[in-house]
């Protein structure tokens, strides 16, 4: 999405790096996507994710150390900056929100018998 | 890199990720993959991984498509630019080897070039040259072939006749003599012409009049380069040059055209009607060069025919000779076959060997300069892995090495250059060809396409390499398998370097000792204080034998004698078809004249000689003992036999102890097969008369210049030439000559290119094993032993060199010998003698740079490791 909305996936995204802290990298970013998320996503499109996050300034990102498992190359850590947070809390803000506004008789579910 | 991640798929993500990301998609991946390995499998990882890459191809991950701004381009370039001089300056030891190594092979093979240049360029400014042509004559002589500028001296007359429709005509005679000038005697190249030469051979006239040259035949045309030879100064048109007068200067004929004269004059001798039936093979031989100019519409088949239906005429009048006419077109005259006593003319075959030469040098200078190149590269393993891991691209480091590589190419261009404008003038004297030393355009583009072209040759080796390699690599102590391919690839260039170098080395020390062999051969006779004349033939007959009888008075001279040919230094002795009397043996042999005075005159050594023979007969005959087996008569019969020559029968009234007219052109012909089988005659008529005159004068006499006061009182108008037979004979090969002169310089040229080459090596060699010869210093192995240690590879690759090298040139060296009479032996110890001397010079030039490493102080070369 343009401007400074931020998506579903992009929330998701960055809710958890915010979980992973200090070791928030391609693989454990995924990782936890996967399993705080339950659903597949690719590492292209967490990547895309990720750029675009970083392109709005939701991101900073710096090089890691390299280890043989990577085959010598860097990782990658990713962090929140404020302009990030500020924007999770707005959108948290806003569903909390719309959440308060709805009766509590339209959030039971129903069922056909 | 993981070995067991899917290998292309690997290849395709380096391929289209954009390089900003490349390293942490493709860490992430592995990562995943060996999670994936472990908790899933193998092949469920492999074919995770797959999947991973191909969905990788999104907007945000594949490598744009724009192009970097040109502002960063060029600070891109100017930075490569830095560290390429910054390298240079640097390693100064291998820049120097490997500048002044690529420089000297530039500037020979600019000699070189510029010598087939000047060659295809002569003839080309005279007028009208598509119509003019000269007539040039194939000799056939039992099945042998010789090709010459000369025409027999009756065709001259007679092409009025042959050729009416021919819009020119032009005969020369071409006339070296001595002339006394200024205190000292000087050799002139002169051309006595006819009327129609400069219509033909159009030469600018640059001063003077040339109707008063034409008309008078005893004033003369001189050219610039003479006037300058001999300063003769601005006034030279009136001067007077022996009994000559200067009226005209002509324009230099040294690099326009394939006639190299200093003089010429017109004489009304050319328009002499020889009858047709002259057959004397002297005779023809010192005639005449003929030129014609046909107009545009004219039918050559036609008049090739005309020609030689003339020639079959001519042919009736020969024994065991016939002749053919050839039409040579004027531009095509610098580099014909015909063989031609005028000026140094490169022949066709010639200008294949300058390019053979050509290629060798670029050859052997492109291999020592990427090998230089390569082992430099090798040097900066550390520098291109520490780039690497801070970022820099594949296309960076290998662009960086070809744009040292182009750089360190225009520097040995420029010197190149350099080197070759500042021996161009003077080294005009000593390259045996016309030479013309300007540089044209198209020839400066083309030697620096090539030197673009080695250079980015050499680049490529390294840069390649290099530029593939990942930086943990870079950084073990083991070099893995590339490395090890990339050095054998040096080795192996190295080889082919030393080899060409050494088929060089052998092929011109077996050329160099065969031509050695030439100019030492004992001619069995002294040839010292022997002079001769030569006179125009047949006028002056009655009046030669006057002056030979008043110079025999002389008591500076000891003897003389009439001869049909200069023995030994002819070139187109006469062969005749001899019989024994009583038998049918016959031989073709080589046949000379002289009158009885030779033996005084010559003092050959004889093996058997009655001269109450000589005496007693109207005329006899003295061969050679090959001609005796040749026709199985024995020595001790030999005196008295009767031989048959034509219809004459002469007895045989002595031998010889060796070959008297060894006929100093090596290329055998037919009745010399080789030095061993070489027979030969030598009729001796007592009264002979000839126009060649051969005079022996007492040592330290001063005898020439009362010759000369003989001479001419009885000839008052005619010029005299002595000419010494030593100093001839020193002259003889002129043609081996040249090609050992080139030879040499093209073979000096590439020894010290290939030393640089080896010094270089060397240099790098000692400079990565410091550590190793400091280690073994401190426990105590000797310089020897290091040294050793250091030189065994060049050993070998020496060795192999050789192996390779010796059994090729000696192949070629005997298929080019093949015509040539008296080869070489090619005993063990001669081999033996050129593979020590080569090796020695390749170890000397090396041990002079290892052992110094070997000798330094262990403390100081392992301070910094």
Not at chain 2, 704 to 727: A, C, G, M, T, Y
Not at chain 2, 732 to 761: H, N
Request: one cysteine or more; glycine letters at 6%.
């Amino acid at each position: 999405m343009k401007g400074n909305n931020l998506g579903e996936f992009e929330e998701l995204a960055l809710l958890t790096i915010l979980v992973l802290g200090d070791d928030a990298y391609g693989v454990t970013i995924k990782q936890a996507i996967i399993k705080q998320g339950e659903r597949q996503i690719s590492r292209g499109a967490l990547h895309t994710a990720l750029s675009r996050l970083e392109d709005k300034g939701f991101l900073t990102s710096r090089q890691g150390e390299a280890s043989e498992a990577r085959g010598g190359r860097p990782k990658r850590y990713y962090e929140v900056t404020n302009k990030g947070k500020e924007a999770l809390h707005e959108a948290k803000a806003t569903r909390d929100r719309l959440w308060n506004q709805i009766p509590e008789v339209r959030l039971e579910l129903q069922y056909a018998w | 890199m993981n070995k067991h991640t899917p290998k292309f798929f690997t290849k395709l993500l380096s391929w289209f990720c954009h390089d900003d990301f490349y390293e942490e998609l493709q860490g992430d991946l592995e990562e995943s993959f060996i999670k994936n390995t472990n908790t899933r499998g193998l092949r469920k990882a492999r074919a995770i991984y797959r999947k991973e890459v191909l969905k990788m191809v999104r907007g945000s991950v594949v490598r744009p498509r724009i192009s970097i701004p040109q502002r960063l381009r060029f600070s891109l370039f100017r930075m490569h630019f830095v560290l390429s001089l910054r390298s240079i300056r640097r390693n100064m030891a291998f820049t120097l080897l490997n500048v002044v190594g690529f420089g000297a092979a530039i500037s020979v093979c600019l000699f070189l070039a510029n010598t087939i240049l000047t060659a295809y360029n002569l003839d080309k400014s005279f007028s009208n040259k598509e119509n003019k042509y000269r007539i040039s004559t194939i000799i056939n002589t039992e099945g042998d072939t010789n090709f010459s500028c000369y025409s027999p001296a009756t065709l001259f007359s007679q092409l009025p006749t042959i050729l009416p429709e021919a819009k020119g005509i032009a005969g020369l005679k071409t006339n070296t003599f001595r002339l006394n000038f200024r205190g000292r005697d000087i050799i002139v190249e002169g051309i006595e012409a006819s009327a129609e030469f400069l219509n033909i051979l159009d030469y600018k006239v640059l001063a003077g009049s040339i109707e008063t040259v034409i008309n008078d035949p005893l004033h003369i045309a001189v050219t610039e380069d003479f006037v300058k030879k001999y300063s003769l100064g601005d006034e030279v048109i009136g001067k007077q040059l022996g009994k000559y007068i200067v009226s005209a200067v002509l324009e230099s004929t040294t690099l326009k055209s394939h006639l190299d004269f200093e003089w010429l004059n017109f004489s009304e001798k050319l328009d002499y009607v020889a009858p047709v039936e002259y057959s004397y093979d002297y005779y023809f031989d010192r005639s005449r060069t003929n030129y014609i100019e046909v107009y545009d519409e004219a039918d050559l088949e036609d008049i090739k025919e005309k020609l030689n239906a003339f020639a079959v005429q001519l042919n009736d009048t020969l024994i065991n000779k016939s002749y053919k006419f050839q039409l040579e077109n004027l531009s095509d005259l610098g580099l014909s076959r015909a063989s031609l006593k005028q000026a140094n003319l490169l022949t066709g075959e010639g200008v294949n060997v300058m390019l053979i030469f050509m290629l060798i040098m670029t050859l052997i200078a492109s291999i020592n300069y990427t090998n230089l190149a390569s082992a430099k590269a090798m040097h900066r393993l550390k520098e291109i892995g520490v780039r690497k891991v801070v970022g820099s691209k594949r296309i960076q480091v290998f662009n960086q090495f070809i744009l040292e590589t182009c750089l360190l190419g225009f520097l040995g261009l420029a010197l190149g250059f350099l080197l070759y404008f500042w021996f161009a003038r003077d080294i005009k004297d000593l390259i045996p060809f016309a030479f013309d030393s300007h540089v044209s355009i198209d020839t400066a583009i083309t030697f620096i396409a090539t030197s673009i072209i080695v250079s980015l040759l050499a680049g490529i080796v390294p840069g390649l390499f290099l530029s593939r390699i990942s930086p943990l690599n870079l950084f073990r102590s083991k070099s893995p398998g590339k490395t090890f391919g990339f050095q054998r690839v040096r080795k192996v260039l190295l080889v082919i370097q030393l080899t060409i170098t050494a088929f060089v080395f052998v092929f011109g020390s077996l050329f160099w000792k065969q031509y050695n062999s030439y100019q030492k051969e004992d001619i069995g006779m002294e040839l010292g204080d022997i002079y001769f004349l030569e006179f125009d033939y047949p006028d002056s007959t009655q009046s030669l034998l006057v002056f030979k009888n008043e110079m025999d008075k002389l008591s500076q001279v000891e003897a003389s004698s009439f001869m049909s040919q200069l023995v030994p230094i002819d070139d187109t002795n006469g062969l005749m078809m001899i019989k024994t009397e009583n038998s049918n043996d016959s031989l073709m042999t080589s046949i000379t004249w002289a009158d009885s005075s030779f033996f005084h005159t010559y003092k050959p050594k004889m093996e058997l000689v009655d001269e109450s023979i000589m005496r007693n007969n109207r005329s006899s005959m003295f061969v050679n003992k090959s001609f005796l087996m040749q026709l199985n008569i024995p020595l001790e019969a030999a005196l008295g036999t009767n031989i048959r020559t034509g219809n004459e029968i002469r007895p045989i009234a002595g031998v010889f102890e060796q070959a008297i007219s060894s006929n100093y052109n090596p290329i055998v012909s037919p009745g010399k097969q080789n030095g061993t089988n070489f027979s030969e005659a030598l009729v001796v008529i007592p009264n002979l008369i000839q126009n060649l005159l051969v005079v022996r004068v007492a040592p330290n006499s001063n005898a020439i210049p009362k010759i000369e006061q003989v001479f001419l009182k009885l000839f008052p108008d005619e010029n005299i030439v002595f000419r010494s037979l030593e100093d001839l004979s020193k002259s003889r090969y002129p043609e081996l000559k040249k090609a050992v002169k080139i030879f040499t310089y093209v073979f000096i040229c590439i020894i010290l290119i290939t030393l640089m080459g080896q010094m270089g090596i060397a240099i790098f060699n000692a400079e990565t094993k410091t550590k190793e010869i400091g280690i073994r210093k401190v426990l105590g192995a000797s310089v020897t032993k290091l040294s050793l240690n250091l030189i065994k590879g060049t050993l070998i690759q020496i060795l192999i060199a050789l192996l390779i090298a010796v059994p090729i040139a000696t192949l070629l060296f005997k298929d080019a010998m093949g015509s040539y009479r008296d080869p070489i032996r090619l005993s063990p110890q001669l081999y033996a003698s050129i593979l020590i001397l080569f090796t020695a010079i390749i170890l000397a030039t090396v041990m002079s740079l290892i052992v110094p490493k070997a000798k330094a102080n262990p403390v100081e070369s392992l301070r910094n490791e």
